[in-house]
Every structure is written in C-alpha cells, then in structure tokens.
C-alpha cells in the first residue's frame, strides 16, 4: 500500500493544509481510517477544548455538530 500527499480543506477555518503520505501512515498504524478534517492548529486547539478525553477521528464524523 502507498500513500499519497492529500490537500484537505479545514472543516473548521477553511484553510488548505497538507494530509502528507507519512502523516497518513501514522493515522493508519493508530487505527484511524478517517482523514482528519481539521488543519493541524485547529486540532490543536480542539483538544485543548475537549481536554484531551478522547481522540475523536472516527466518532466525529456521524454526530451533528454542536460546537457552534
Ligand atoms: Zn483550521
């Protein structure tokens, strides 16, 4: 299997980040079969809102927003 460098648009402030074939490599050795949605700052600073509880990739993706 081969990786790809991906553009991905951040769900979260629109900018363009790059989804790099070795980050997607990382996602898939974690488990993760999702592309992430957010640019790596986003994350971030999701985590630090969420306190870190959960790594929510995989669970995001069916459950309506709430965070507006
Ligand atoms: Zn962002």
């Known amino acids: 299997m081969s990786y790809q460098d991906k553009?991905?648009?951040c769900s979260d402030c629109g900018t363009t980040f790059s989804f790099t074939?070795?980050?997607?490599?990382f996602f898939a050795?974690?488990?993760f079969t999702n592309?992430?949605?957010?640019?790596?700052?986003?994350r971030?600073?999701?985590?630090?809102q969420d306190g870190g509880s959960h790594s929510g990739y995989s669970m995001s993706m069916s459950r309506p927003s709430r965070d507006y």
């Open 21 to 25: 074939a070795g980050e997607q490599e």
């Open 7 to 9: 553009s991905i648009h």
């Open 29 to 31: 050795s974690k488990g």
């Open 44 to 48: 971030r600073a999701k985590k630090q």
């Open 35 to 42: 592309q992430p949605k957010r640019c790596p700052s986003c």
